[in-house]
C-alpha cells in the first residue's frame, strides 16, 4: 500500500512538473496571454496606423532624440550612407567613465553624456562635422547621466540621477533653466511647449511621469505609475507612451496627463514583468521589450496584445522599425528581425549580450554587443554581415543624411562614406582608420 501511495505521489509530482514545464515554454512561445488592460479615454481612432499618422515629422537632417523622431523608431529615412567606412575624427572623455546612452544631433552639432561614479559626469557638445569641442560640463556624483539628451528649439534637455532636469543651449551651452524633480534617467522628448520624462526615485518606488512646460518651468500634469520610469515616450498627435519597471505599459492624453489605457504584464510566475525599454511606434502597434525576455506588440488605441514573442534573455533594449519590420536584442545575445504584424521570426543572429538598441540607415541596421565590444552593420532584408566596428558596447549609429556618428564605449567617432570626401572643412578621414 505504502509503496503504491509512493508511486501515486511521484507519478502527480512528476505530472504536476510536466504541466508546469509545458506552461512556461508555451508562455515563453507566446501562446497564451498574460495581459490585463485598464482603460480611461480611449481614443476612437489609432492615431499610430499608417492611415491616421499625418503628425509623425517629416525626414528631418538631424537625430534631436533618442530613437530618433517622437515614434521612438531608431529609423532615419532621410540619411543615405553605407558602408564601408572611414573614420573622420575620433574623440575620447576626459576622464574615467563610459557612454551608456546614444548622442543626438541637431543644427551640426553633436551631443552626449558620460557617466562615471568615480570622477562624475560629463555633458559634450562638439561640433558634428569637424569633431571640435563647443562647450563641456563636468558634474560631481550622484549628476550621472543614464539617458540621452534631447535636442528641441535650440536647446538640451538632460535628466540626471541627482534628480535635475538641466536645460541648456545648443550652440554656447548657456544653462537657460533646471529643475528639481526626482532621480530620472529618461531620454526627454520636446513636443510643442512641452518637454516629456519619466523619474524613479533613489532606492525604488513608484515613478511620475511629467509634462513640463519649457516657458513657464511649470509641470503641467504628472502622472504616478507602478515601478520606476527609465522609458521615454512615444508620441503620437494626442497620446504619450511609456513603460515602467511596475510591469505596465501606459497611454496618456498627452496635454493632460489623462489616462487612454493601462496594461499591466504577468510574467510566467505570476509576477509583474519591468520594462526598461522605450515603446516604438509601427502600423498601429506599440512594440517593446520585456525584462522578462519576451517581446510585446500592443494595440497602441486599445492595449490589448497582438503577439508575444520569446528571446533568449531579458530585453532591455528598444525596438528599431522598418518596413514592416522590428528589429531588437536581448541579453542572451540574440538579435531578432520580426514581422511587425504577426511577430514571427524573420532572421536572428547571435552576437553575444546586447543591452542597446538598433537603428537603421540606409536598408542597414547598425547593433552594438556588450562582449565583444563590437558594433555590427547587417542587411536588414537577410541579415547578412556587411560591416563591423571594434568598439560600440551600448550604442550604435545615428545619423543625419549622409553623415554617420557612433558612440563607443568611451569615443565617439564621425564615419563617412569611404567613397565620398569629407565634409567642407572636416579634413580627411584618419589614416589606418578605415572600416
Known amino acids: 500500500m505504502r509503496k503504491r501511495l509512493l508511486l501515486i505521489g511521484g507519478g502527480l509530482v512528476a505530472l504536476a512538473a510536466l504541466v508546469a514545464g509545458g506552461g512556461y515554454i508555451a508562455y515563453k512561445a507566446g501562446l497564451f496571454r498574460a495581459t490585463k488592460t485598464e482603460h480611461g479615454q480611449t481614443l476612437g481612432v489609432n492615431e499610430a496606423s499608417t492611415p491616421q499618422a499625418a503628425s509623425r515629422p517629416r525626414a528631418q537632417p538631424s537625430w534631436p532624440v533618442f530613437r530618433y523622431d517622437a515614434f521612438r523608431t531608431g529609423f532615419n529615412p532621410g540619411a543615405h550612407a553605407r558602408p564601408p567606412f572611414s573614420v573622420v575624427w575620433k574623440r575620447g572623455l576626459y576622464r574615467d567613465g563610459y557612454l551608456e546612452a546614444p548622442a543626438v544631433t541637431a543644427d551640426g552639432v553633436i551631443v552626449y553624456a558620460s557617466y562615471g561614479k568615480s570622477f562624475g559626469s560629463d555633458l559634450f557638445a562638439a561640433d558634428a562635422l569637424k569633431g571640435r569641442l563647443l562647450w563641456h560640463k563636468h558634474f560631481r556624483h550622484p549628476a550621472n547621466f543614464a539617458g540621452s539628451p534631447g535636442i528641441g528649439g535650440g536647446r538640451v534637455y538632460i535628466t540626471s540621477h541627482d534628480g535635475n532636469i538641466r536645460v541648456y543651449d545648443l550652440r554656447t551651452g548657456r544653462m537657460a533653466w533646471r529643475m528639481k524633480i526626482a532621480a530620472a534617467e529618461s531620454p526627454p522628448i520636446v513636443a510643442g511647449n512641452l518637454v516629456y520624462f519619466g523619474d524613479g526615485p533613489s532606492g525604488g518606488g513608484d515613478g511620475h511621469f511629467r509634462a513640463v512646460d519649457v516657458r513657464t518651468h511649470r509641470v503641467v500634469w504628472a502622472y504616478r505609475a507602478a515601478g520606476n520610469i527609465s522609458s521615454g515616450a512615444a508620441l503620437t498627435a494626442t497620446t504619450a507612451y511609456f513603460s515602467s519597471y511596475g510591469g505596465s505599459v501606459y497611454a496618456l492624453d498627452r496635454f493632460t496627463g489623462r489616462l487612454r489605457w493601462r496594461t499591466a504584464v504577468q510574467g510566467p510566475s505570476g509576477g509583474s514583468v519591468?520594462?526598461?525599454?522605450?515603446?516604438?511606434?509601427?502600423?498601429?502597434?506599440?512594440?517593446?521589450?520585456?525584462?522578462?525576455?519576451?517581446?510585446?506588440?500592443?494595440?497602441?488605441?486599445?492595449?490589448?496584445?497582438?503577439?508575444?514573442?520569446?528571446?533568449?534573455?531579458?530585453?532591455?533594449?528598444?525596438?528599431?522599425?522598418?518596413?514592416?519590420?522590428?528589429?531588437?536584442?536581448?541579453?542572451?545575445?540574440?538579435?531578432?528581425?520580426l514581422s511587425v504584424r504577426t511577430g514571427n521570426e524573420l532572421w536572428s543572429k547571435q552576437l553575444g549580450p546586447i543591452l542597446g538598441s538598433a537603428t537603421v540607415i540606409d536598408g542597414v541596421v547598425y547593433i552594438s554587443g556588450l562582449r565583444p565590444a563590437t558594433t555590427y552593420g547587417l542587411d536588414a532584408r537577410t541579415g547578412r554581415e556587411v560591416w563591423r566596428f571594434p568598439d560600440g558596447q551600448f550604442s550604435p549609429i545615428i545619423a543625419d543624411q549622409g553623415d554617420l556618428w557612433l558612440v563607443g564605449k568611451a569615443h565617439v567617432y564621425r564615419l563617412a562614406e569611404r567613397r565620398a570626401r569629407p565634409g567642407p572643412g572636416a579634413g580627411g578621414p584618419l589614416p589606418g582608420l578605415d572600416w
Open 274 to 337: 519591468p520594462f526598461y525599454s522605450t515603446p516604438a511606434l509601427a502600423g498601429g502597434d506599440l512594440i517593446l521589450g520585456g525584462n522578462d525576455g519576451s517581446i510585446y506588440a500592443l494595440d497602441a488605441r486599445t492595449g490589448s496584445q497582438r503577439w508575444r514573442t520569446g528571446g533568449s534573455g531579458y530585453v532591455y533594449s528598444s525596438a528599431a522599425v522598418w518596413h514592416g519590420r522590428a528589429f531588437i536584442g536581448d541579453f542572451g545575445g540574440t538579435f531578432h528581425a
